[in-house]
């Protein structure tokens, strides 16, 4: 595209957010018409180049953004990303539902927050609870993509721009986005996606 935005690119992944185009302190404050157009040009204006996958990280909610994504970008997978407790979970149940509607043709869920991993010990605390997104996975008739435990190394690495697979490939934080990554491209390569 000859005049379109530029992605940013890190370790390559590229990516275009409208939160880097706007003053650090500035709200988007926004009615529904006017989110959805600027996701339209996100994903139209934006030069991709080859892409082997394009993902789409939505706030939670069925709203209009949710709705403009599907409708525009026709996706291959929903990924509904909840934590264990059951007050998180009754959004995910609205989310898997409004993906269903939308007839996505894959949906899974993938458990975040799912123990804390002690930065002293290395041992294991289960602070919100797990396995909520797995029962749920199992309930809803959706594929279970795998569960992130909560590390502090890991929001270091997010708040320096470091690539924690790359930078830390060992933790246990590392290893659960190596599968939860391996569960996602398994069935987008059978569907030649």
Excluded: Y
Excluded at 56 to 70: F, N, Q, R
Excluded at 99 to 117: Q, R
Excluded at 120 to 142: N, P, S, W
């Amino acid at each position: 595209m000859a005049n379109g935005l530029l992605p940013h690119e890190r370790a390559g992944v590229k990516v275009v957010s409208l939160a880097s185009m706007l003053p650090p302190d500035a709200p988007v404050i926004w009615r529904g018409p006017l989110r959805s157009k600027a996701l339209e040009q996100l994903l139209d204006e934006t030069d991709w180049g080859d892409l082997d996958v394009l993902g789409i990280d939505l706030p939670p909610g069925t709203g209009d953004e949710v709705l403009t994504i599907a409708q525009k970008a026709s996706p291959e997978l929903a990924i509904v990303v909840t934590t264990p407790q059951e007050v998180a979970l009754l959004d995910a149940r609205q989310a898997i539902s409004f993906a269903k509607k939308l007839e996505i043709p894959m949906i899974g869920i993938v458990e975040n927050m799912s123990g804390f991993i002690c930065p002293h010990c290395d041992g294991e605390i289960d602070l919100f609870g797990t396995g909520g997104g797995k029962r749920e996975a199992t309930r809803q008739g959706v594929g279970f993509l795998g569960a992130v435990p909560i590390d502090p190394v890991a929001r270091k690495a997010g708040d320096s721009g470091q690539p924690l697979v790359l930078a830390n490939p060992t933790l246990a934080v590392s290893e659960a986005f190596r599968r939860i990554a391996a569960a996602v491209e398994k069935p987008l390569g059978s569907r030649g996606g």
